[in-house]
């Protein structure tokens, strides 16, 4: 099992910033872990969720939803076991629960096993 908790949301006034971090642990981190992705996700109040971003461990492989592009980057600590999403200039239509998620990688939730409880995120106009 693997256990992942983030934290870093909050309110911004629009063209502010936030960093979301995630910290991943469990039984068996060490050993499957290091072949994982961790994918950041959003839902907003009456939507859907939707993908934000992911990296992989191994490479640093980095991908984001157009969306985002260019406004968010995520980053990681190997030492930390600690996944970053820096957002820059938020928009108001960034507001949403902000999630971490661990699996395989991919842009589908259904591609991520294990989740954190979910951190919000309120950018003001």
């Known amino acids: 099992q693997v256990q992942l908790v983030e934290s870093g949301g909050g309110l911004v006034q629009a063209g502010g910033s936030l960093r979301l971090s995630c910290t991943a642990s469990?039984?068996?981190?060490?050993?499957?872990?290091?072949?994982?992705?961790m994918g950041w996700f959003r839902q907003a109040p009456g939507k859907e969720r939707e993908f934000v971003g992911a990296?992989?461990?191994?490479?640093?492989?980095?991908y984001y939803a157009d969306s985002v592009k260019g406004r968010f980057t995520i980053s990681k600590d190997n030492a930390k076991n600690t996944v970053y999403l820096q957002m820059n200039g938020l928009k108001p239509e960034d507001t949403a629960v902000y999630y971490c998620?661990?699996?395989?990688?991919?842009?589908?939730?259904?591609?991520?096993?294990?989740w954190g409880q979910g951190t919000q995120v309120t950018v003001s106009s």
């Open positions: 469990g039984r068996t981190f060490g050993h499957t872990f290091s072949f994982y992705a």
């Open positions: 998620a661990a699996g395989v990688g991919g842009y589908n939730s259904r591609d991520y096993d294990y």
């Open positions: 990296i992989h461990w191994s490479g640093g492989i980095t």
